[in-house]
């Protein structure tokens, strides 16, 4: 910590002659406020080689990641010729679909065959295929719910659909670490938006409840909606929302649930069905079901499903049907036949064993990081494992002993989260092997020991400073 | 104790009128009976102990003359010596006149009765009407109120209309002709308008792609998901648009609405043309910047609101912010060109910055194809963020924003859609350097040909009775033209129904594929009904007037029908 304050005035002592040395157009304001870019100019062009490492691979259970010269002032950071083959712990490959598939590829070639690999053109004007068509299917009858609506692309769907469903005199209620995606849709959407604390279902209710009492702010006209809107797991935090008690609350209180499974659906219950399935939720509790492909599935978008009303209804509203390029066809037939795999429709039960896989790599991994002293967030099978850091000085540190050692580490800071909560999130994915994770772990231990994170080493002593550090952030 | 506002005001008032007036000169030039020396030596409050009984008891007595007087002599006469020996009391100069008094260390008196006045009301209870008039709910009436309240329903109403409109399904790819609804087709609708999207050499690249690399990319391109391929294509659409370096994102309505806001805040401001697309819209809200808009292509209007905004911000002293004029290079709603030449000038004199939206003219305009910006004569730069979607002419999917390196860099830690979002597919950003490869070695044989499709296309439309074609001529270069009918019906939604079955009928008779132009609700931009014809560097003169003639054909086809329905519909309501 001392290290980033002593960091933080220097950086505003160099902008004192930054501003002075630096004459800005005439006339013109400045196109980056000093304030808005301190944090990238000041702390992350020291540390920038962490992040944004090119890769010259799939995105599989090892990567080949592409050296960098060192870091050197605020000049970009060129590339040496060298690559690196690391093991992956960085990449949204629950299932390892990322990787050419014996199932998945061919078909993806043949649907580029036939339709090309773009359309040019909206879903509603000429960028239809019988692929998507097949695609929301599929996708409506996997999450139990009557029909479903793709987007090109996850971010977007959240963006889109939220303004669609909530307007002006309706009420957002989100969880406080929600994504940016659900934010900016919050944000764009005109409604009010009031915050729950982090998975505090009581917190929640108390919200709810004394927003319906009071109404809207001045108007004092009661809410015309009110939707609550969680993550399936939690990208930061690998925790999943707890469901049930949402749904209850929801019920009590005639709000609308809105589901995020970007990271949960595929990789959490047995059948890969998402959080529901997991928690014994029945999917008809929950309105609005979101969740993306880029993860499980390989591929890239999103899709919204619910009840057909609803999904008609959203296909008469929502901007990304009207205006943006659809979805690339080879993409959708990569979900449909990774949806294939999962359910076993290939006649394997490849998709199964995968599943198994990776809720049984995620729990040993966990528990090994767990037993090592380390203190790791999240819920037991989720595939997200935050490894605390807390200090922003330990993120390059970690990040660099893990790169030179030949495991790809991905490692997140301010502001992606609260400055004093730095920490590396690891994924897994089906397709690591024991000797992988095990090779990784051994890596972590060296590093967590030159940096010093692993809190709960000495656990007699800490045991309750730890747990107050774990739970109070 | 809060003291209230109005008893502080009421304080600070009264002080400073007590401190002002004795010190009035004007009092001086009147003269005074009372022993003035006498008072001048006393201190204040030893003058006014002895003045106050002195005037007090001369004005009684004087009263009680006065009152006596009047009550014995009750004439008329009598009473108006009362009136003025009173008056004698009043005038400037008299006893009770209020120069004399405060003359005469008289203020004093008013100065010790405002002052408990002050006091009193300092130590009153500051006056709260909701606390007194509404108590807090209680618990129970809060569980009341929570139990009373009725949602509206999460979709809202739809119309038949919506309920019914199927999308055509198209089961080829995006070429000149395709397979719409199991028929093939003339396609007016994909905006392939080099036609790369059906591009062997593309296809491979594409092919080799996905066998190296799988479909999706896994990651955002912080943690892992920036594939060399991303690289490659941001390095080759610098270099094609002439700029130090470019950014890509996966989806184009993610595009701008990430670019804006990562530059425009609160106290910063953007001038947009009316009739923007919906991701300009939805870029400028998410900023929160203040908006000023000008009418759609007036450059009158765009002066004007460029005064007013430098008049106003002169008048007010704000301090100087970032300013943004930000237009489409063709415009979605409406298919015509944005005229940047003037739009350059105008920012340049007033200093703002130009944010292009170049989705649609990118690969259509200009001599290399980079777009309106080069079609009106602007050097790279000129415009300070240019952006575009990479689904069109690129015949890809994704968007990407190419400036400076300082634009660029920024964008990389807070454009949302950039870091919150997993990359491009590596196989869509391989179809679109495929796609520049095209444009860069076929630029001189592609971009006449379209041309002179837009120009036909036009000119061709322009003669179907019925219909009216958006634009001027200076937009005959656009190869997206919206089709409207020449008289609008009555009804709101008519317009759509008819040209909707203008589209059915040469989809059915004619084998052209057009589609009705439609505005998602969230949209800003309300403009007639439209049929939006797009003509492409791969259709042949043949094409281009095969689908003229379906258009007119289903033109006239529906028109009459609507026709007769109208007169139908006046018989039944005769009848009834």
Known sequence: ?473 | MPIPLSTTLLFAILLVAAAASPQGSHIKQYPSTVPVEHARNATHLQGLMQLLPHTMLEVVSRAKVLLGTAAENATPVGLLQAVRDFWDLLKPGGKLHPTYIIEHQGHLVFEVVLTVVIAYLLFQRSYKPSAKQEKPLTEKEMDELCAEWQPEPLCGPLTDAQRNFEPPVISSAAGAYVVANGKKALNMVSFNFLGVAGDISIKEAARATINKYGVGSCGPRGFYGTIDVHLDLEERLARFMGTEESIIYSYDLATIPSVLPAFANAKDLIVCDEGVSFPIQNGCHLSRASIRRFRHNDMADLERVLQEVDVEYRRLRKPLNRRFIVVEGIYLHSGDLAPLADIYRLKEKYKYRLVVDESLALGVLGEHGRGACEHWGLRAGDAEIVSASIGNALGSVGGFCAGDREIVDHQRLSGLGYCFSASLPPFLATAAIGALDVLESDAPRLLPALAFNARLLRSRLADIPGVEVEGTPRDAVSPVAHVRLAEQPDAPDQAQVLLQRVVDAALKRGGVLFTVHRMSPLDRVRSAPSIRVVVTAMHTEKDVLKAVAALTAGVKEVCKVSRVATRSSYMTLGGT
């Open chain 1, 1 to 473: 910590m001392a290290s980033w304050t002593i960091l933080f005035i220097m950086g505003h002592i160099r902008d004192l002659f930054r501003r002075r040395y630096t004459p800005d157009r005439k006339g013109y304001a400045p196109i980056r406020q000093d304030y808005e870019d301190f944090y990238t100019r000041r702390m992350f062009y020291r540390i920038h080689d962490c992040w944004n490492r090119p890769i010259c691979s799939a995105p599989d259970s090892h990567i080949d990641v592409m050296e960098r010269t060192p870091v050197n002032g605020q000049k970009p950071l060129t590339l040496t010729g060298r690559v690196r083959r690391c093991l992956n712990l960085g990449s949204y490959n629950y299932l390892g679909f990322a990787a050419s598939d014996e199932y998945c590829t061919p078909r993806v070639l043949e649907t580029m065959n036939s339709y090309g690999w773009a359309m040019c053109s909206s879903r509603l004007d000429a960028g239809t295929t019988p692929v998507h068509m097949e695609l929301e299917t599929a996708v409506a009858e996997f999450v139990g719910k009557e029909a479903a609506l793709t987007f090109g692309m996850g971010f977007a769907t959240n963006s889109i659909v939220l303004p669609a469903l909530v307007g002006k005199g309706g009420l957002i209620i989100s969880d406080s670490l929600n994504h940016a995606s659900i934010v900016a849709g919050a944000r764009g959407s005109g409604a009010k938006v009031k915050v729950f604390a982090h998975n505090d279902v009581d917190h929640l209710e108390s919200v709810l409840w004394k927003a319906i009492a009071e109404g809207q702010p001045r108007m004092r006209r009661p809410w015309k909606k009110i939707l609550i809107v969680v993550e399936g797991v939690y990208s930061m935090e690998g925790e999943a929302a707890k469901l049930a008690a949402i749904v209850a609350v929801k019920r009590k209180y005639k709000a609308y649930l809105y589901l995020d499974e970007a990271h949960s659906i595929g990789a959490l219950g047995k059948g890969g069905r998402g959080a529901c399935e997991a928690q014994g939720v029945d999917p008809a509790d929950v309105d609005i079901m979101m969740g993306t492909f880029t993860k499980s599935f390989g591929s890239c978008g999103g899709y919204i499903a619910g009840d057909r009303d609803l999904i008609a209804y959203l296909r008469s509203v929502a901007p990304g049907h009207y205006y943006a390029t659809s979805m690339a066809p080879p993409a959708a037939q990569q979900i449909i036949s990774a949806l294939q795999v999962i359910r076993g429709d290939d006649g394997t039960d490849r998709g199964a064993r995968k599943i198994a896989a990776l809720h049984e790599n995620s729990n040993y991994f966990r528990q090994r990081l767990q037993e090592m002293g380390c203190n790791v967030l999240g819920d037991w099978d989720s595939p997200v494992m935050p490894l605390m850091l807390f200090n922003p000085g330990k993120i390059a540190a970690t990040s660099r002993l893990c790169w030179e050692r030949g495991v790809a580490l991905v490692v997140v800071g301010f502001p992606a989260t609260p400055l004093l909560t730095a920490r590396a999130r690891i994924c897994i994915s089906a397709s690591h092997t024991r000797k992988d994770l095990d090779y990784a772990l051994e890596v972590l231990s060296e590093a967590c020991d030159l940096v010093m994170t692993k809190y709960h080493a000495s656990k007699k002593m800490l045991t309750n400073g730890a747990h107050v550090m774990v739970n109070g952030h």
